[in-house]
């Protein structure tokens, strides 16, 4: 799937000039970090948290990693 979604990509950018241009790229960005999203919190997570041995930690990773990313965020 991922040739075609790249194929699609370059079609469509190809056809697509200015501000449709950016349209299309931030709703696919959005598209792309909502999945990413769904799938780390409502399947990764949720298989984690179930074992209750170190959930502590757990959490204080999970939240190291969401103030890891959220550097990264704005530091670029």
Known sequence: MT???????????????????????????????????????????EDEFTDHQYRAAKFALVFAGIAAMAIVAIWT
């Open 3 to 45: 040739p075609i979604g790249i194929l699609l990509g370059i079609g469509f950018m190809m056809f697509l000039s200015g501000n449709a241009e950016q349209v299309f790229e931030a709703g696919f960005d959005a598209l792309a970090a909502g999945c990413f999203l769904y799938i780390a919190l409502l399947d990764i997570l």
